[in-house]
């Protein structure tokens, strides 16, 4: 993995979604750099990090993960969530808190009277379909996706021109990340440990996002303890493009809560 730290203050560990890498944080990193470190992870596979060729498995890398950014917040968009929720849950003594950006416990929809009832995700075979496509038209098919990611926010074609002028500048994700990270979208689901999180958390999500839709955040908040969840009405997939100052400021309210209540508890 690499990761590239920049700023001063209380650190927040930042991790990208599925064939990006951390550069895509650049407007967060202009507004909260100033006062708090941000630490923006690559992924295996994506950005400086392609030429890692280890699995894209967030329990395999979480220990690292916590080991190279002890005692941050840790900020997770879309699949980076799943890295960042991984940290939280198996490292609740070394990380102070955790922030969702558009990212659910479970980015499938689920039909089901047995626990397995989950409507706020998209068809399984999405992803599935993505996977195929990769394989046949591998630019093409990322060209696609960065569509999808910034289609329904009021801001669509900045996003899209935002998303696709940055998603290379690193070079191409490597195919076989891209895959892993397909299967990953697929098959993760941590709703059941979400009650066991013993940090506090904030869930950012869009309410035109097409990936992972309005009902997820909520209804993924409501199952932690200490959980807060904020819908921005006017974003998409990436809300931190859309409407950065209110992602910047919802993000240091949430890090000024936790100064807050580590000061009462002392």
Known sequence: MHIETRGQGP???LIHGWAMHGGLFAPLVDRLAD???LHLVDLPGHGHAREDARPLDPKALAPELVQRVPDAVWLGWSLGGQFALRAVLDYPDRVRGLIMIASSPRFVAGEGTDGDSWPHGVSPQLF???????????????DGFLALEALGSTSAQEDLRCLKSHCFERGEPAQRALQE???LLDRLDVRAELP???VPSLWISGRRDRLVPAGAMPAAAALAPD????????????PFLGATAQVADEIDGFMQSLHTASQVSA
Do not use: C, E, K
């Open 35 to 37: 006062r708090y470190t």
């Open 227 to 238: 959980a807060r969840s904020v819908v921005i009405g006017s974003a998409g997939h990436a």
């Open 181 to 183: 990270g397909l299967v």
């Open 196 to 198: 066991h999180l013993r």
């Open 128 to 142: 599935r379909d993505f996977g195929d496509a990769l394989a046949r038209d591998f630019r093409g098919t990322l």
């Open 11 to 13: 650190a927040i560990a």
